[in-house]
């Protein structure tokens, strides 16, 4: 167990619907990182913020969103959701700023599947 | 940003160790040489990491030979519960390169 909580463990939903996933950070730790992971594309960086503020982008789409809360809880929200949008989208935290390899620590994920 | 190769996948019997080598030609002096394994539906969880020469801990080995460009995870007697995708990542000491996960080399061990 990581001490990184993700919820929902599962989410069904539509096309051109809209999710949030969310994600509780190990104690402590200020940075959270999101990952999309799909069959064909690997594990994908989307966004990481630290102490609420934005730090870092990757390939996130325009139509997904995120945000950390005074609380150090993440979400990441999906809209206007597409059939290519189903995939495990993971969350990570650490205790410092940067991408220091060995500190992060990865939640179960959260398995989108759009239909 | 340093760009990693690796076999896309393995077998293995139990028992036998296990040698996954990754290729990174283009590593920085700054840059560590990381890896991660990662269980059916479960996020990555990092195994070791190093510099250069060799590290060792409880679960692996790395092997890094003196030009840094490419890397060795060794498991010693894998298990059946060793099954997983195992991916080698290189970031630099700095924190300043975001995680690149590639695909991973798929490890299967058969009793």
């Known amino acids: 167990d990581s001490g990184v909580t993700q919820t929902p463990k599962h989410l069904i939903t539509a096309t051109g619907q809209r999710v949030t996933l969310r994600c509780s950070p190990r104690?402590?730790?200020?940075?959270v990182y999101w990952y999309q992971q799909s069959l064909d594309q690997g594990l994908q960086f989307l966004i990481q913020y630290y102490n609420g503020e934005e730090r870092a982008k990757g390939n996130i789409l325009e139509r997904f969103s995120a945000q950390q809360f005074p609380d150090l809880h993440s979400e990441l929200n999906l809209s206007s959701l597409e059939l290519g949008d189903s995939a495990l989208y993971f969350c990570?935290?650490?205790?410092?700023?940067?991408?220091?390899?060995?500190?992060?620590?990865f939640g179960p994920g959260t398995r989108l599947l759009v239909l | 940003l340093a760009k990693t190769t690796q076999p896309i996948s393995m077998d293995s019997y139990e028992g036998q160790e296990v040698n996954i080598t990754c290729s990174h030609n283009?590593?920085?002096?700054?840059?560590?040489i990381t890896w991660y394994q990662q269980f059916p539906s479960q996020g990555p969880r990092f195994i070791i990491q190093?510099?250069?020469t060799k590290v060792t801990n409880e679960v692996a080995s790395l092997f890094i030979p003196a030009d840094r460009k490419s890397s060795t995870l060794s498991l010693p007697r894998v298990s059946l519960s060793d099954t997983a995708v195992y991916y080698c990542l290189v970031g630099d000491v700095e924190g300043n390169t975001p995680l690149v996960f590639g695909k991973g080399t798929r490890l299967s061990v058969i009793a």
């Open positions: 990570a935290s650490s205790g410092r700023e940067g991408w220091y390899q060995e500190t992060q620590y």
């Open positions: 104690s402590g730790d200020l940075s």
């Open positions: 283009n590593i920085a002096t700054n840059d560590y």
């Open positions: 190093g510099y250069k």
